[in-house]
């Protein structure tokens, strides 16, 4: 009988569901959320062409290794740009997802 009252209370629906409104500042924190993704976006950038800039001096002075950091910044800030860019998508698919497990 204690293995049936355990996957009973595993089963156990609380019934909670995400829903706007509910708390004071919900779009103050949204702004602040927007804000800062949008700062790292602008940071990206500078990011960016750094690593271009490094990578483009490395290959014209022969440094094989300012070269290879340059490539390493230039892929790392295109993956950051994608991650902020999706950020909203991923987030929205995840949870989509995890409510449907029962």
């Known amino acids: ?3 049936l009252e355990t996957a009973q209370y595993l089963a156990y629906d609380p019934g909670i569901t995400p829903s706007g409104g509910g708390l004071p500042g919900l779009a103050v924190l949204k702004n602040v959320v927007n804000s800062i993704n ?3 976006i602008v940071a990206v950038v500078g990011a960016l062409a750094v690593s271009l800039g490094v990578w483009a001096w490395g ?3 022969g440094g094989h290794q300012a070269e290879a950091n340059g490539k390493k910044g ?4 295109a993956g950051a740009a994608l991650g902020l860019g999706a ?3 991923i987030v929205a698919f ?9």
């Open 59 to 61: 290959h014209h002075t």
């Open 38 to 40: 949008l700062f790292a």
């Open 87 to 89: 950020a909203n998508g």
């Open 1 to 3: 009988m204690h293995l």
């Open 94 to 102: 995840f949870s989509a997802l995890g409510s449907q497990v029962h």
């Open 74 to 77: 230039a892929v790392v800030a």
